[in-house]
């Protein structure tokens, strides 16, 4: 089993700055791409960030500039620094991680951003 735990959600205004952390642990041998999604209510998960094992990294358009995703030197640690948010950044953010070609979910963290 692998076990994802979240942390670092909130609240913030307008320009404000959060850090999102996953931790990985349990069966993770083998784990390779880690990334964040978001769902806001209404709408699909999407897509924010993603960062391969060799560090290799995507995002979506909307988030460029502004948000950054890495990892640490055990590469089971994923983090998302948010810097510049607004209000439309507001959603449930999920961790999202490969481990031997199976995927994983994190149980997801608010972040709410006010005008």
């Known amino acids: 089993q692998v076990q994802l735990v979240e942390s670092g959600g909130g609240s913030v205004q307008a320009g404000g700055s959060l850090r999102l952390s996953c931790a990985a642990s349990g069966s993770i041998f083998g784990i390779t791409n880690m990334g964040w999604y978001r769902q806001a209510p209404g709408k699909q998960r999407d897509l924010v960030a993603g960062?391969?094992?060799?560090?290799?990294?995507n995002y979506a358009d909307s988030v460029k500039g502004r948000f950054t995703i890495s990892r640490d030197n055990a590469k089971t640690t994923v983090y998302l620094q948010m810097n510049s948010l607004k209000p439309e950044d507001t959603a449930v953010y999920y961790c999202?991680?490969?481990?031997?070609?199976?995927?994983?979910w994190g149980q997801g963290t608010q972040v709410t951003v006010s005008s």
């Open positions: 999202n991680v490969w481990v031997l070609a199976k995927n994983y």
């Open positions: 960062i391969s094992r060799a560090g290799s990294t």
